[in-house]
T-cell receptor, first 114, second 117 residues
């Protein structure tokens, strides 16, 4: 079975500082990886996804993530955050041969302070 | 593309009552999913439809829960005899299958909040 661990439940950061949100996954088979963002009282929006190919994936709003198979990680990064990036971020995994049944981590609350 | 719509957005009900949530997926999306999210947790998979066929149900979906997708379009999630532990946000999502491969983007609705008092 697959599982996802988001190592930090909360990450406080000052505006314009860089940030990294950590995600590790566990799976005995090939997987696809995703990062979603959830703003207060809203559903989830896809930031980026890794299916295959280049291990560095660029997404919306200036976010990027790097797939590291040997470390089973898929950390999310942004070089300079804005107040508007304050939200909950979820890492998710699905089997590469499956039908998109997403397994989510518990989430990381990113709080950007002025 | 109007996105995934869910109704109602908020529902407060007394314990023991039945509630029903509706989801309208993005048109032409043949896959539809229901997830449940409690405070401080990530979404948990409940069930999945391919067109009108319900192909998988999580163990989280007790006998009090039933989901349908008649005609492969909108879907309903009904909870009978609600319990306080059912309080959560119920998320609907949809995607378009392509060659049987995973990795197609799953689009989520804004969720339906259920509070059982």
């Amino acid at each position: 079975a697959q599982s996802v661990t988001q190592l930090d439940s909360q990450v406080p950061v000052f505006e314009e500082a860089p940030v990294e949100l950590r995600c590790n996954y566990s799976s005995s088979v090939s997987v696809y990886l995703f990062w979603y963002v959830q703003y207060p009282n809203q559903g989830l929006q896809l930031l980026l996804k890794y299916l295959s190919g280049s291990t560095l994936v660029k997404g919306i709003n200036g976010f990027e993530a790097e797939f590291n198979k040997s470390q089973t990680s898929f950390h999310l990064r942004k070089p300079s955050v804005h107040i508007s990036d304050t939200a909950e971020y979820f890492c998710a995994v699905t089997l590469s041969g499956g039908y998109n049944k997403l397994i989510f981590g518990a989430g990381t609350r990113l709080a950007v302070h002025p | 593309d109007t996105g995934v719509s869910q109704d109602p957005r908020h529902k407060i009900t007394k314990r023991g009552q039945n509630v029903t949530f509706r989801c309208d997926p993005i048109s032409e999306h043949n896959r539809l999913y229901w997830y449940r999210q409690t405070l401080g947790q990530g979404p948990e998979f409940l069930t999945y439809f391919q067109n009108e066929a319900q192909l998988e149900k999580s163990r989280l979906l007790s006998d009090r829960f039933s989901a349908e997708r008649p005609k492969g379009s909108f879907s309903t999630l009904e909870i009978q005899r609600t319990e306080q532990g059912d309080s959560a946000m119920y998320l609907c999502a949809s995607s378009l299958a392509s060659g049987g491969k995973a990795g197609n983007t799953i689009y989520f609705g804004e969720g339906s909040w259920l509070t059982v008092v």
